[in-house]
């Protein structure tokens, strides 16, 4: 892997062909074998949104250190609009319970981060809505965030939002924080696999 970043490092932005470099989304595509693009028709759209703008956050090491290793996760991640709702609404789900909190308690403000870390699972509209009251009650500086929930909640394609989920987080440098964002990329791209196996099973 060390070998490869070194060869073919990530960089900001989009290119406008390989030779002018290649963010994670381009690079998908050259693994895919597609033409060069950093939106490739077999990776899930709502993945792409996010990698992207993690691709575009992050420093030059954090980026390769980080993103690289999950590159090969998101060819032909693409799946249905039932996955590409869960996989907007699990990135939810980790900014809210996760993200918020450990940038909460950065700011001795434990008893915030600790209700929101304690509520369920965002999962559907019902979790959602429950999400939206909590940062309204807890965390109502959060604009952005809260912002990110409501286009949710408005019915917005997760594509369309899931990179204010990495904006809320922007100008954070600790790298446990984005060791969890890139953590919870590769159990996005998995997730429609693990289905998938599932009803393989099933059907043997």
């Known amino acids: 892997m060390d070998r490869l ?3 073919f490092p990530l960089r900001r932005g989009a290119h406008p062909t390989r030779g002018d470099g290649m963010c994670a989304m381009e690079m998908v595509a050259w693994l895919a074998g597609e033409p060069h693009s950093d939106e490739p028709s077999c990776a899930c759209p709502v993945l792409a949104a996010y990698v992207r703008a993690c691709n575009d956050t992050l420093g030059d090491g954090p980026r390769n250190r980080l993103l690289r290793p999950l590159v090969p996760l998101l060819v032909n991640s693409r799946g249905d609009r039932a996955l590409e709702r869960a996989r907007g609404l699990a990135v939810i789900d980790a900014l809210v319970r996760s993200h918020l909190p450990f940038l909460l308690q950065r700011r001795n403000r434990h008893d ?12 559907d509209t019902e979790s959602l809505r429950t999400a939206c009251r909590a940062l309204d009650h807890y965390a109502r500086d959060q ?10 909640l408005d019915g917005l394609p997760p594509q369309r939002y899931v990179a204010g989920a990495v904006q809320v987080l922007r100008g954070q440098a600790d790298p446990r924080l984005w060791a969890s964002v890139a953590e919870r990329i590769a159990q996005l791209a998995n997730l429609g696999r693990s289905a998938a196996a599932g009803a393989t099973a099933e059907a043997e």
Do not use: C, G, S
Not at 112 to 123: G, I, Y
């Open 143 to 152: 604009h952005a965030a809260r912002w990110v929930l409501q286009r949710a």
């Open 5 to 7: 970043i070194e060869e």
């Open 112 to 123: 915030e981060a600790a209700l929101l870390a304690a509520l369920p699972a965002v999962v």
